[in-house]
């Protein structure tokens, strides 16, 4: 009993500090010092060895304008602990504060006299200078350290120094001296260039590193060079060059085909097809493992579905692999794939089905089954059967809770009781689904709940949305004559109403897809005038800047394109727009 009373009395002495903690830093983030200042005093001394209760005493007494305060707390702990020699710093810092450099700059000049002979403490000293902003000195603690220490290595915090400077160039030659010297800190160093480099190939940054990985590649063939460019140019979504530097790596070192197939993975999601295929047959030519070579060829296909007319040569193509590889587990993507061919592109669901249905009864894991049932209820609903093809999805979400597949399934769910015409349950999918795991799902989810309520309030008995909701289904049935036709109804009806906007987007984006740009072009400008505030209408003016580049009407295109760049400074499409239309004007990227 004791020792329970003992161990009790312990946790909530523990309990209470962290409380104490964290109220602390709660008033400090407020700025209400003098409450954080009081509670800070407290922790410190009841444990003086915790530097980070006195160098936060300390900046709320300077936040207070409490110098005299601040300086004998300094001096005191420095008298108690002599050798903590980074308080030097927070010393001269003080001073600094009150404008005396002079007598700011000796204590500087004190730490720095101490790392001569006790480098060991070149962190703390370096890092208390770093948080101060005191970036000069920060850089002469840690290549002192460097210098008389060679086996320490405080690049990463002399590269982030040269970053806080605005000093670039420097910047990059450190991170890349870390390479040069050992290619494991590769990964590393690209988490901290990651986030002075953009997806435009003409931002500065994007330049200026190019040029310096490329000078060292010509002096030194280091797989790195060729693995950070890859990487630079997937950043720049320039997916061919990408695969240059990942074909030169796999031809010089004949080791793993991986990062061949992630360019060709991603270069297909962007459209770029082109990329795709080189890839992929790249693939072929150069593995003989089954799995390797089933992948490509499942790629392959996908580029055919998109770029070629005649669909009875794709269809030939699938029969190839069957015939050659069967149809097994192994070739089980290929099958559902094929089933998605055969619905979205030949309207034979029937057909489709029965591939699904046979390819259920192989020997297959939970999550082969799960994507098995999540295109088997793609095809129902493309036949209008909402009902099997919810039974499906649910099925799918209780069997893998809380897995990617499953925020899947939910969102089918909710897509399909839209098309229903069920909102009610529909809304209640797509709360779950805005905190969603994957950004895509999380962004869908949003879009039709936007769709969803928008339309909702002004109709209770949501007539518009619900013909809306009828239009869209054709739309994903594929169905675009038909669905053209139901969505110039609803513009007929309902002129005026929140639904316009919806309506005309989607009528555009099918134009789009049968070529007709024209009509396309026509909408989108439509939701210009409609409303010039209206959500679509970033979404309009990037459509036409894409629309105006595919026509080679360079001066429209750089038009519209402009328009995010300055008039809608938060869209989604600010930083493509900026790079098409930097390219578009001819800038060297």
Not at 79 to 100: A, I, R, S
Not at 208 to 215: D, G, T
Not at 475 to 483: G, I, L, M, P, S
Request: glycine share 4%; charged share 25%.
């Amino acid at each position: 009993m004791r020792v329970f009373v003992i161990v009790l009395f312990l946790l909530c002495s523990v309990f209470s500090y962290a409380q104490e903690q964290q109220m602390a830093y709660d008033y400090f983030r407020k700025g209400e010092y003098e409450k954080a200042a009081s509670i800070y005093k407290s922790l410190y001394e009841k444990n003086k060895f915790n530097a980070t209760y006195l160098t936060r005493l300390i900046d709320c007494e300077q936040q207070l304008t409490n110098f005299d305060v601040a300086k004998n707390l300094i001096e005191n702990h420095l008298e108690e602990f002599p050798t903590q020699y980074h308080f030097y710093v927070e010393l001269g810092y003080n001073y600094e504060l009150q404008h005396q450099q002079e007598i700011a700059n000796s204590h500087y000049q004190k730490a720095l006299d101490f790392l001569e002979k006790n480098y060991n403490y070149g962190y703390s000293i370096g890092k208390a200078f770093q948080n101060n902003h005191l970036l000069d000195y920060a850089l002469k603690a840690y290549t002192l350290t460097m210098k008389k220490n060679p086996n320490a290595n405080y690049n990463l915090q002399i590269a982030s120094i040269y970053g806080e400077k605005g000093e670039i160039n420097n910047m990059f030659d450190t991170y890349l001296n870390m390479v040069e010297k050992d290619e494991k800190y590769t990964a590393t160093i690209l988490r901290y260039i990651g986030k002075f480099i953009t997806d435009d190939g003409a931002n500065e940054n994007n330049i200026l590193f190019r040029k310096l990985v490329l000078k060292r590649l010509q002096s030194n063939q280091l797989n790195s060079w060729n693995q950070i460019l890859s990487w630079l140019y997937m950043q720049q979504k320039e997916f061919g060059k990408a695969f240059i530097q990942e074909k030169a790596l796999h031809k010089r070192n004949n080791e793993s085909i991986e990062g061949i197939i992630n360019v060709g993975e991603i270069a297909f999601d962007n459209n770029d097809f082109k990329t795709t295929h080189d890839v992929f047959t790249y693939i072929l030519e150069n593995t003989d493992n089954q799995s390797g070579i089933l992948d490509a060829k499942l790629y392959l296909l996908y580029v055919s579905i998109e770029i070629l007319e005649d669909l009875n040569a794709v269809d030939l193509q699938f029969q190839e692999i069957f015939n050659q590889y069967g149809k097994t587990t192994n070739t089980l993507e290929i099958q559902i794939a094929y089933a998605g061919f055969l619905t979205f592109k030949k309207n034979q669901p029937q057909q489709a089905i029965l591939v699904l249905k046979e390819a259920l009864k192989l020997r297959s894991d939970n999550f082969q089954k799960a994507e098995i049932k999540l295109k088997l209820g793609d095809i129902l609903v493309f036949n209008g059967k909402f009902n099997e093809a919810l039974i499906y999805f649910s099925q799918v979400q209780t069997k893998l809770k809380n897995h990617i597949l499953a925020q899947e399934a939910r969102f089918k769910v909710a897509q399909t009781s839209y098309f229903k015409g069920d909102f009610e349950w529909a809304e209640t999918q797509l709360k779950v689904l805005k905190g969603s795991t994957s950004q895509l799902i999380a962004n869908d989810a949003l879009d039709l709940s936007l769709i969803i309520n928008d339309n909702s309030a002004q109709d209770s008995l949501k007539i518009a949305l619900k013909k809306y909701a009828q239009a869209d289904l054709l739309v994903f049935q594929h169905k675009n004559k038909e669905a053209i036709d139901s969505l110039n109804a609803i513009l007929n009806e309902y002129k005026g109403h929140p639904i316009e906007d919806e309506t005309l987007f989607k009528q555009a984006t099918v134009y789009e897809e049968i070529k007709e740009y024209l009509k396309a072009e026509t909408n989108y400008l439509k939701i210009i005038e409609i409303n010039p505030n209206d959500i679509l209408v970033d979404d309009a003016y990037f459509r036409l800047g894409e629309l105006y580049s595919k026509q080679e009407n360079i001066e429209k295109a750089k038009e519209y394109y402009q328009k995010i760049i300055f008039d809608f400074p938060s869209s989604i499409h600010l930083v493509k727009a900026r790079n098409k239309f930097r390219k578009l004007r001819g800038d060297d990227i």
